[in-house]
């Protein structure tokens, strides 16, 4: 059985991941729209190569902290699930397996298209 006020805490460390998970796609978005605004001034003081692999990096740890996030988040989601299901109409409000996956996965998924898809703009720019 759960501790009183733990369904709380856990609901905010959740809530907070999927914050964070906001908080990295808009920094990285932002920069890369930086940098393919402002990136000629840039690559004149610190080099195209420096530019490029400082951008690429960033956008790595930005995808790799998204899916640390998500893999936070949906650990405690198993344990509110795992609480719940220990209650009566625990089956009542169940998603399908099939459904549950895709919701899961579909905010990381999108989160991640929109970095590379910045990040590849950026090198794109860049580049030319």
Request: aromatic share 8%; with cysteine.
């Amino acid at each position: 059985m759960m501790k009183p006020g733990a369904m709380e805490i856990y609901q905010q460390r959740m809530d907070k991941c999927t914050a964070e998970q906001f908080w990295m796609v808009a920094l990285i978005v932002g920069m890369n729209g930086f940098l393919m605004t402002q990136g000629e001034m840039l690559t004149a003081a610190l080099g195209t190569a420096a530019l490029c692999i400082s951008a690429g990096l960033t956008v790595l740890v930005g995808i790799a902290y998204v899916l640390s996030r998500h893999a936070i988040y949906v650990h405690y989601e198993r344990i509110v699930a795992r609480c719940l299901s220990e209650g009566a109409d625990a089956d009542a409000d169940k998603i399908p397996g099939y459904r549950l996956a895709v919701a899961r996965l579909s905010g990381m998924v999108i989160y991640t298209l929109m970095m590379l898809a910045s990040g590849t703009g950026t090198m794109l720019v860049l580049l030319k």
